[in-house]
């Protein structure tokens, strides 16, 4: 099992980035995913994620509006999370993860997790 996130990077305040998963070693389809991250100093939390079938995504309070969570099940087994109007505090190491049911907030009940890509919003 190997997810790998791809697409972090700095970018200055108001400005966009487009995060991605690609899985491999699994039935993707199978699993629901989902995006964390962990800010400087702090745990990591929960971004946004999106149930197996890609009908239900469910977002943090501090994500609504502003990120957009898709994933491909049929041709590159790839999650995506388009990042839109990014602020400081979106600094951190995005991650994502896998569960083998349903996306839930705690990241305990994920078993996947990818390295994770660093997201620097700075000017």
């Known amino acids: 099992v190997q997810l790998v996130e791809s697409g972090g990077g700095l970018v200055h305040p108001g400005g966009s980035l487009r995060l991605s998963c690609a899985a491999t070693g699994f039935t993707f389809e199978d699993y629901a995913m989902a995006w964390f991250r962990r800010a400087p100093g702090k745990d990591r939390e929960f971004v946004a994620g999106v149930s197996r079938n890609n009908n239900a995504t469910s977002y943090a309070d501090s994500a609504k509006g502003r990120f957009t969570l898709s994933r491909d099940n049929t041709h590159y087994n790839t999650m995506y999370l388009q990042m839109n109007s990014l602020t400081p505090e979106d600094t951190g190491v995005y991650y994502c993860?896998?569960?083998?049911?349903?996306?839930?907030?705690?990241?305990?009940?994920?078993?996947?997790w990818g390295p994770g890509t660093q997201v620097t919003v700075a000017s």
């Open positions: 993860a896998a569960n083998r049911y349903d996306v839930k907030p705690d990241p305990s009940q994920y078993t996947h």
